[in-house]
Each structure stands twice: as structure tokens, then as C-alpha cells.
């Protein structure tokens, strides 16, 4: 199935309809972005989907608040995030399109509304920094891919936008690695030494360990665990300093 065809058909699911029809009513842009872009063009089956609304905060909240939904609002994000309970999808993520300033390494950023070409230079990789706007009357736009996204999913392919990336936010090292053993992606050369440079810095020390802990979670649940796990290893990431006794 071509790209539109798979998006109109998770589009027109009600719960979702509802989400853009709100969006349209008030005029505001909305996009399919991030992972569930990057699965479809990859063929995986989607079961979140991740939307991102261009808005002022004010509008985005009245908007969240439209939809009638019980979920989950993080106004430091301005993200929400409900349980769609469908067949295929199985939550929904909404997001302003925003951009972070990271007040230090490891810090948690400061987000503020921004456009949707800045929504998208703030990800982690280029796989996952690609949108597609959604208009009215079942229309899909061109995919926007500012960052060489498509191309690094033809080629498999793992790369940072930025060198700071893995400075700024270094949970995005373990990101790389289950995005590389889960897709059979290589990571980029130069992203591997600047996550290699960020360890040897001692850049996993500037994050919270319970941040860290997550993603060390999140590796256990893959299918790979046990190739991730060795990966990680091979990075020299002392995972027993982040695990508590007996995990």
C-alpha cells in the first residue's frame, strides 16, 4: 500500500478523525510525525501514533481540551498523550511543534511553541525527523524531511542532527542502539564517536539515574534485549551503576 493509503486508513479511525476534524475547526495544522512516519515507510505495523499540532500554547490547551479525552497532559511538553483502545492503534501522542533550548548538558530542555521546521531540527535522529501535514477532506501533503530522513532509511542508517546531541540529552545513546538492533540499521560513523566521545566524557553522569534507569528498562523490553545489551557493552557503559541490587 502506498504511504496516503495506510495514513487515510488510520486517519479515518472515529477517535482519531475527531482529533483532526478539532484541529481543522479551529485552524490549526496538524502533521503525522516521528516514529509512526518512520514505521509506516518502513512497513512495520503502527500501534501509536504521534501527531504534532502548530500552535500557541493557549490554543493548544483549548484544543487538548476540545477533544474530551481522559489522558495524560504534561504542560511542561505540552504534550498529551490518551489510550485509544483500537484494533490497530493503541494510543495517541499530541504534541505543539515546539523548540528546547537544553540550559546544560543532560538537563531537561526548555520548550517553547515553534514552527513545524523547528519542531523537527530538535529530534534525535534524522529517521524520526520527518511530518507530513494532514489537510481537510481526506488530503495528505508532502512529506517534509528538511534532514535527509528518507535517505537514511534507504540506506539504514542511524544519525544525530547535530554534534551536541548526545551532549545535550545523553539517553539518546541508548535510543541509537535500540533503534539500530531493532530496524538492522547501522549507526552513522561519526554519530558512533560523538556517542563514544560523549562516554568517555562522562556525559551519562550529567542525567538523572532514574532517566537512565528508564531507558535500561525500555532496552529490556525489545525483542533483541540481549544483542542491545552487548552493544552497550561494547560502548563501555557501565550499565550495574545505573541498575538497582538484584535488576
Known amino acids: 500500500m502506498k504511504l496516503e493509503d495506510i495514513l487515510l486508513s488510520i486517519l479515518s479511525i472515529p477517535d482519531i478523525n475527531s482529533c483532526l476534524e478539532n484541529a481543522y475547526r479551529r485552524s490549526i495544522p496538524i502533521y503525522v510525525v516521528g516514529g509512526t512516519l518512520r514505521d509506516i515507510l518502513l512497513g512495520f505495523k503502527v500501534k501509536d501514533l504521534d ?3 502548530e500552535a500557541s500554547v493557549d490554543r493548544f490547551l483549548k484544543y487538548i481540551e476540545s477533544l474530551n479525552k481522559k489522558g495524560r497532559l504534561l504542560k511542561r511538553f505540552y504534550t498529551f498523550k ?5 484494533n490497530e492503534i493503541e494510543h495517541i501522542d499530541i504534541a505543539i511543534t515546539r523548540k528546547e533550548i537544553y540550559p546544560k548538558p543532560g538537563a531537561l530542555p526548555l520548550v517553547e511553541p515553534g514552527t513545524i521546521r523547528e519542531d523537527l531540527y530538535r529530534r534525535d535522529f534524522t529517521i524520526n525527523a520527518l511530518a507530513v501535514p494532514v489537510y481537510p477532506d481526506n ?3 508532502n512529506i517534509l524531511d528538511p534532514l535527509g530522513g528518507i535517505r537514511d532509511l534507504e540506506d539504514k542508517r542511524i544519525r544525530v542532527l547535530h554534534d551536541k546531541s548526545f551532549i545535550d540529552d545523553p539517553t539518546r545513546i541508548f ?4 533503534f539500530s538492533i531493532r530496524l538492522g540499521f547501522t ?3 561519526q554519530t558512533y564517536s560523538l556517542m563514544k566521545s560523549a562516554i568517555e566524557n562522562g556525559a551519562l553522569r550529567t542525567v538523572g539515574i532514574a532517566r537512565i534507569r528508564k531507558e535500561i528498562e525500555l532496552c529490556k523490553k525489545e525483542e ?3 544483542e542491545i545489551f552487548y552493544a552497550l ?3 563501555s557503559i557501565p550499565i550495574e551503576e545505573f541498575t538497582e541490587p538484584g535488576n
Open 139 to 141: 488530503k495528505i501533503g
Open 175 to 178: 535510543r541509537a542502539i535500540r
Open 233 to 235: 557493552k561494547a560502548l
Open 224 to 226: 533483541k534485549s540481549q
Open 187 to 189: 549507526i552513522e560513523p
Open 51 to 53: 501527531l504534532a499540532v
Open 82 to 86: 490518551f489510550t485509544l483502545g483500537h
